[in-house]
């Protein structure tokens, strides 16, 4: 339980939300993380950013403490049993789904059960609106603590948890426990909106019906796999990360959580990546969610119409494409800042981008229908875009800031974009008025990767043409159906990925020069790549011990960042990290259909 100058290990994290913002909750009952009213939004409780200053929503026993903590079964409402020397108590937290009738426009409930014994609890609410730069007033409105900055207002509602207090600074309440007692503290949150009073009722009534809704969601999930567990646990996240509103899936519900402690690689990642969309895709299909993916598609359709045939990097989750970088004043976990809002890579060329486009379009109209005229003809532009500029060099997969390369893995994508659209062409899903230019610039982009993309010094695919470094990410190459010449060549990356970007169950992205200061951990994503690449080329039984390894590397509820220190564990990245559990579920889905489960 010992935090480090105010700041608590990243996988001591818990997530709880509500399909539009997301809370991080530490093992000892801290809220240090909860934006309002959407993911993207400024931050109310910061004390992740900055132990200081932030902001965060306290309440956890008097004195010292043991703690377990799960979700409840197959759900995002977390538990967490407090045992102390007097006594044990049972928090249940969640963020509620709104209900008929007035309701709040944000909820977040922490429930307290007397199990054993008498405890004394204690809480304390410190909010900090816009990361914590807004003047905060305290007050009471109707007698119930009441705090405003501008255009935002949180109420604290406490039942059976204390007379709260109310001070310059925050809320606070302390109440004792016995076997069978109950308390509830809701903090209800409105933005340009009226505040909303909930009684007692309503707010337990809502966190039931909160938590069944979370367990029917996870049972018509038809992945029976041998890894349900981990499975339905990455997709409970993923659904989390859905933005009810749009259909948009979050990167991660976090910004600024450091690549490595005190560095500056601190980006925010509250947005929607496109360089996700086909690994968003495969997985929500092969989890039988298709009214999310149906919903995800189309949002990616409509934003990306906003630059088209240009395809963003990324889009804001209500489908815009303006998200300058900017630093705000926060210190940064455990001092490393920056801290961002909002990321540059929008500003960069990706080619990657235009693969995963395709490769979405081409499994949605597999699985769930055909594309309309309009749409066809766009994608047929973008097809055509792809043409004109795949020799280009760009930043590539990984977002670098050093000069653009001619990036492999963006070549590969290029390659499968042109590839798809030909494909849907043929089968009259797409005009067929550029089909022979597009097979053309397929087979020129073919050429130029086996010819300038190979090694045979280091006997696999390199991270750009012409340079003998390597990465990962060319193994998406082999996910995604890349088609070599050789097929040899694929098995010979693999295995030089497994020999020198790997360490054990580790994986580094990328030899060489990325234009940043300082180092990175192991990319939890990539060691799940890994494993999806080797069930593909049917090595099956490598492809099942490192995911048994890769699976280890998940905290006490089953959540993994975005990256790992190999030498000691710690998570780093932000964090939960969607991709990591997309890698997962295709990864688990990969390796069951080469088994024929």
Known sequence: MARRDGYAPLCDYAVIGDGRSAALIARDGSIDWLCSPEIDSPSVFGALLDASLGGSFTLAPEGSYSVQRRYVAESNVLETTFRTSTGAVRVTDAMTLPDAGLVPERELVRHVDGLAGSVVMRWSVEPRFRYASARTTLGRRYGTPVAEAGRDA?????????????????????????????????????????????????????????????????????????????????????????????????????????????????????????????????????????????????????????????VQVLYRLNGSAHAPERVVPLAGYCGSAPVREGNGAVEQLQLDVYGDVFQTAWLYRRALGGLDRDLARRLAGIADYVTSI????????????????????SKMMCWLALERACELAAAHFLPTRAQARWRHEADALQRFVEERCWSERRGSYTRSADHDELDAGVLLGCIFGYTPRDDTRMDRTIDAVREHLSDGVFVRRYDGDDGLPGSEGAFIACSFWLVEALARRARHDEAAALMERVLGLANDVGLYAEEVEPKTGDFLGNFPQGLSHLALINAAVALGEGRGS
């Open 154 to 310: 949180i109420a604290v509602c406490a039942w059976q948890a204390g007379k709260p207090v109310t001070t310059s600074r925050s809320i606070d309440g302390s109440f004792h426990t016995d076997p069978g007692s109950s308390a509830t503290v809701a903090l209800v949150a409105a933005h340009e909106a009226p505040l909303v009073f909930p009684d007692r009722r309503d707010v337990e009534a809502r966190l039931a019906t909160t938590t069944r809704w979370w367990q029917q969601w996870a049972q018509d999930r038809r992945y029976e796999g041998p890894w349900r567990d981990a499975v339905l646990r990455s997709a409970l996240l993923l659904k989390l990360l859905v933005h009810a509103p749009s259909g948009a899936v979050a990167a991660a519900p976090t910004t600024s959580l450091p690549e490595v402690i005190g560095g500056e690689r601190n980006w925010d990642y509250r947005f929607c990546w496109i360089r996700d969309s086909a690994f968003t895709m495969n997985a929500l299909l092969s989890l039988g969610c298709s009214a999310e993916a149906d919903a995800f598609f189309w949002w990616l359709m409509h934003a990306s119409q906003l630059t088209r045939p240009r």
């Open 390 to 409: 795949w020799r280009e060099p760009d930043a590539g997969l990984w977002e670098v800031r050093s000069d653009p390369r001619h990036f492999t893995q």
